[in-house]
């Protein structure tokens, strides 16, 4: 269904390079580039030679083809079923576009078919009209390289204006929010776009420095045991940072990556696994941990 | 022997190693031990060759340890989705896909099979050693694309003609492509439409964003089908407490999706022992579609009820009439400045109540089916838990001892004698 060669990378490769055979070009490295930018590692030494040793009759030895038009294809049953799918997502509103022409296909699947069970229930409201708008203008302005005017409100309630270079929208699926990453404001990087009230091109002369500045990285080790399923409940919980495991006699050490603004949610991700997970580095990443029970002692729950 | 090649037949053999790879990454070669070493190497090799600078590699005693390590936050499209673009073909497969769609180039050149054949002859004439389709390969082939809706058939008297579907015309979609591609189930077949397009302009990075259900996306795919015409299926199911996969008969009933470990799993009714019940869908492969069932809507409806009652994935079925249900309740205490914990109780709450029980004191509580859902969930509050109860007691002695272990854990109580 979805694993099928009309979809390879080999098959979009040899699609462009007969494009560009068609349009008069006759440079192997072009070719080979084309490859290398649509295809694997190693397909350079698959696709151009099949094609010139004629495995592939699509191109002559004088590099010629018999297509007389630009491959095309037309949009597969699951492609249209995939896209009616997600036309019936509510943040397809956010982008302002009417996928038409789809009318009569049954989608893939609708929300009934799903169910995503431990979302927070406080996403951003994708159907608000404010909401909406806010979102296309940070769009349009990432899309053209413009800068921005923000006025929002901060957690303490308070009205904060910036104008900043907007580098990207981050969606977190956990959250369900959108949050715009921006340089150019010291103390405004992460903007939540539902705290926004105001969101403005900015068209003025003040030059906005966009160089984004480094990420602060820290790395934690954790002992991992491999009781009540920790060891695969871990390695799947943190799967999407980046991290490294090894086995140390009956236990698992798994270092993990993170970026230094998330370190509270990794210490209440760290605490969720109970004794199963020890931290063993950093120094001051444990004594968070530390300090959190402590706290918990003072409760006398036992 | 074979040849090595990049391409793969059968996604299931390295569905499994790709796991192994991202999700562990701690196995030495020797210790691939259900496949042989050449397969492990070949099947490495090729996940190289995908996923490039995503491999990595450390040296043991036991060996060298192959790894995938990607910050999902960083990798503005799912890497995984090349494995689901490198299915093998022959050269008869992609010469005549080629030219079949040169030859059937818009909606309005309709054809009948010996036309077609007439004409890939003239296509091939020009080369040294031209290859031959006869005439059942190429109608296998148009049979295929057929049902890919990609080539239509029209009858006209006893004769078969074809001709290319209608193109959708499509709007400036890169935007959209680039979000779902990576948050919608089965977000490769967004990545193939992308794969088409000239724009690659992104504008989206992903927080807390699992990437290993791309794996799983021809499964989910299947399943999605099933469901869309109430159909029971069969499907092979390898848990990780079986070492030889068992088949399973069930009416699958909806897709549960974590964003929080990035599992999926199917909530299915099985009828042999007449429960709804929860697979999960890495575990799954070969689902095969059968009759569809009148049973689909009741089924359906009754896990929409019982979800008011699902912390994770468990459900149980009612006894005497009556729901397995446990309780579970606890309560935190709340400093001055310090509303985002009722905040987050609200928010991440996924059933029960939140309870103010005084300017400083909240209580959470519900009944679950299954305690051992929530504990993860409960422990993210330890600094501030001030009373817990559980139904049932043995959950509850077991958190109490698991604090207690947290506690010698980091030395703040001694280690009994």
Same mark, same amino acid.
């Given at each position: ?302 | ?240 407490? %079986? !070492? ?5 008969? /069930? #009416? =699958? ?11 999926? +799993? ?99 509580? %519900? !009944? ?5 859902? /929530? #504990? =993860? ?11 817990? +109860? ?28």
């Amino acid at each position: 269904m979805i694993f099928n060669e009309i979809y390879s990378a080999y098959y979009n490769a040899v699609a462009k390079i007969i494009t560009a055979v068609l349009d008069g070009k006759t440079d192997e490295r072009e070719f080979n580039q084309i490859v290398c930018d649509h295809a694997f590692g190693e397909s350079m030494l698959t696709v151009l030679p099949a094609l010139k040793s004629e495995k592939w009759q699509l191109i002559r030895a004088d590099m010629t083809t018999p297509l007389q038009h630009k491959p095309t294809m037309p949009l597969t049953l699951i492609q249209k079923q995939w896209l009616k799918a997600i036309s019936l997502d509510p943040r397809i509103k956010l982008f302002g576009v009417e996928l038409s022409g789809l009318e009569d296909v049954e989608p893939l699947f609708t929300p009934s078919d799903y169910y995503v069970y431990d979302r927070y229930s406080d996403g951003d409201p994708f159907e608000d009209e404010k909401y909406i708008k806010h979102f296309r203008t940070i769009l349009f302005a990432l899309k053209h390289k413009k800068n921005l005017k923000l006025e929002m409100v901060n957690r303490k309630g308070n009205a904060v204006y910036t104008r900043c270079v907007p580098q990207r929208l981050e969606y977190s699926e956990k959250d369900d929010k959108f949050r715009l990453v921006t340089t150019g404001c010291h103390f405004i990087r992460t903007v939540n776009i539902a705290r926004i009230t105001k969101c403005k091109i900015y068209n003025g002369d003040t030059v906005i420095p966009s160089a984004e500045p480094e990420v602060h990285l820290d790395t934690i080790t954790l002992r991992v045991s491999e009781e009540r399923n920790t060891l695969e409940r871990c390695m799947l919980h943190f799967a999407h940072f980046e991290k490294r495991a090894e086995k140390v006699g009956d236990h698992y050490l798994l270092h993990i990556k993170f970026h230094r603004d998330d370190e509270p949610e990794m210490v209440i991700r760290v605490l969720s696994f109970g004794p199963t997970v020890e931290v063993l580095e950093s120094e001051h990443f444990k004594n968070l941990i530390i300090a959190k029970l402590k706290s918990q002692k003072s409760c006398e729950l036992l | 022997m074979s040849s090595y090649s990049e391409l793969i037949k059968n996604f299931e053999k390295i569905r499994s190693y790709m796991r192994e790879f991202y999700v562990y990454g701690f196995k030495s070669r020797e210790e691939y031990n259900k496949k042989s070493a050449r397969s492990y190497d070949d099947e490495r090799r090729r996940m190289e060759s995908w996923l490039g600078d995503h491999m990595s590699f450390v040296r043991t005693p036991e060996g060298k340890n192959v790894f995938i390590s990607i910050d999902s936050r960083v990798s503005q499209h799912n890497p995984f989705y090349k494995a689901l673009k490198a299915k093998s073909f022959t050269d008869g497969d992609i010469t005549l896909h080629f030219i079949l769609f040169d030859i059937l180039h818009s909606p309005e050149v309709v054809l009948s099979l010996p036309e077609i054949l007439e004409k890939i002859d003239e296509y091939l004439d020009g080369f040294a050693s031209p290859m031959v389709f006869d005439e059942s390969t190429v109608r296998k082939k148009l049979k295929e694309y057929m049902e890919q809706e990609i080539i239509l058939g029209q009858k006209k008297g006893r004769k078969m003609l074809y001709h290319r579907a209608e193109n959708i015309p499509l709007p400036e979609i890169t935007d959209i492509l680039n979000f779902y591609s990576e948050v919608a189930p089965c977000g490769v077949v967004g990545s193939f439409l992308l794969d088409k397009l000239e724009e690659k302009t992104d504008s989206f990075s992903f927080k807390h964003h699992y990437i290993t259900s791309a794996m799983d996306s021809n499964v989910l795919a299947m399943l999605f089908k099933a469901m869309h015409k109430k159909c029971i299926v069969t499907v092979s199911n390898m848990s990780r407490r %079986a !070492d030889e996969p068992r088949q399973n008969r /069930i #009416i =699958p009933l909806r897709i549960f999706i974590s964003v929080q470990n990035g599992r999926q +799993h199917l909530l299915a009714y099985q009828p042999d022992f007449n429960v709804i019940k929860s697979f999960r869908i890495d575990y799954l492969s070969d689902v095969k579609i059968e009759e569809p069932t009148p049973r689909f809507d009741e089924l359906r409806a009754e896990l929409d009820q019982k979800q008011a009652h699902m912390w994770g994935v468990t459900v149980k079925t009612k006894r005497h009439e009556e729901e397995c249900l446990e309780h579970i309740d606890f309560t935190v205490r709340v400093a001055e400045n310090e509303e985002y914990i009722i905040r987050r109780l609200e928010r991440e709450k996924r059933c029960g109540t939140v309870e103010k029980l005084d300017e400083h004191t909240y209580r959470f509580s %519900a !009944d679950i089916y299954d305690t051992s859902e /929530i #504990i =993860p969930w409960i422990r993210t509050f330890i600094c501030r838990i001030t009373e817990l +109860h559980f139904s049932n007691k043995a959950f509850e002695t077991q958190f109490k001892k698991d604090i207690r272990a947290m506690y010698r854990m980091y030395g703040l109580e001694e280690v009994e004698a």
